[in-house]
Antibody, heavy 119, light 107 residues
C-alpha cells in the first residue's frame, strides 16, 4: 500500500526557509489519480492545510500562506516538497504530507515531522 | 474560508456508550465532509469521507451523517481503543479547513 515519509531539518532559524520533502512509496505520484498535500499542526493545536500539488505541477495554496509557500514535485524521484520562507515561531509545528483523494480527503498521511523555529 | 466548528471540544464516556460528535460548517458544503481519528503522537487516520462513507478497514461502529452545514460522527459502542481526538474537515472547496477537534476519553 502507499506510504509517505517526510524528511528535512527539525530546527530552522527565524527569517530563514523551511524545506521538507515527502517521499512516496508503493504508488506513483504520476498516476494522476490524486493530489499531494502538506498539512501542519502546531503543538497542542488543530490541523491546518497548507496546500497541494498535482503531478503536472498545478498547485493550490492556503491564501494566508501563499506569499511564503512553494510546493513542487519531482516525479522522477516520486517526491514532492514544501518550501516556507521567512519563518517565525508561529510556524513551529508537526508537518505532515498526505495523499489527497477526490474530493479532497487525506489518506494516507506520513508520520509527521516536528519543525521548530528558534534561534 | 469555510469555518468548521466542532462540539463538544472534549467528552468522557464509558465503554459501550453511544458517542456523538457534531461538526457545523459556516456555509453549505453539501456532503463534502471527512472525519479523522488522531491518537497522541500519531498522524490522523481517515475514518469517514463524503459525510457517510466508511473508509476501508474502519470498524462499523463508526458512522457519519449529515449534509449542508450540520454533520455528526457516531461511535455506536465506544471501545477502549477509540480514545483519541476526532477532527472534521470540509472537502468542498479550497482552502480546505478542519474543525478544532474533539477529544474523547474513556471513563
Amino acid at each position: 500500500q502507499v506510504q509517505l515519509q517526510e524528511s528535512g531539518p527539525g530546527l530552522v532559524k527565524p527569517s530563514q526557509t523551511l524545506s521538507l520533502t515527502c517521499t512516496v512509496s508503493g504508488g506513483s505520484i504520476s498516476s494522476g489519480d490524486y493530489y499531494w498535500s502538506w498539512i501542519r499542526q502546531p503543538p497542542g493545536k488543530g490541523l491546518e492545510w497548507i496546500g497541494y500539488i498535482y503531478y503536472s505541477g498545478n498547485t493550490s495554496y492556503k491564501p494566508s500562506l501563499k506569499s511564503r509557500v512553494t510546493i513542487s514535485v519531482d516525479t522522477s524521484k516520486n517526491q514532492f516538497s514544501l518550501r516556507l520562507t521567512s519563518v517565525t515561531a508561529a510556524d513551529t509545528a508537526v508537518y505532515y504530507c498526505a495523499r489527497t483523494g477526490d474530493p479532497n480527503w487525506f489518506d494516507p498521511w506520513g508520520q509527521g515531522t516536528l519543525v521548530t523555529v528558534s534561534s | 474560508d469555510i469555518q468548521m466548528t466542532q462540539s463538544p471540544s472534549s467528552l468522557s464516556a464509558s465503554v459501550g456508550d453511544r458517542v456523538t460528535i457534531t461538526c457545523r460548517a459556516s456555509q453549505s458544503i453539501s456532503s463534502y465532509l471527512s472525519w479523522y481519528q488522531q491518537k497522541p503522537g500519531k498522524a490522523p487516520k481517515l475514518l469517514i469521507y463524503a459525510a457517510s462513507s466508511l473508509q476501508s478497514g474502519v470498524p462499523s461502529r463508526f458512522s457519519g451523517s449529515g449534509s449542508g452545514t450540520d454533520f455528526t460522527l457516531t461511535i455506536s459502542s465506544l471501545q477502549p481503543e477509540d480514545s483519541a481526538t476526532y477532527h472534521c474537515q470540509q472537502s468542498d472547496r479550497t482552502p480546505l479547513t478542519f474543525g478544532g477537534g474533539t477529544k474523547v476519553e474513556i471513563k
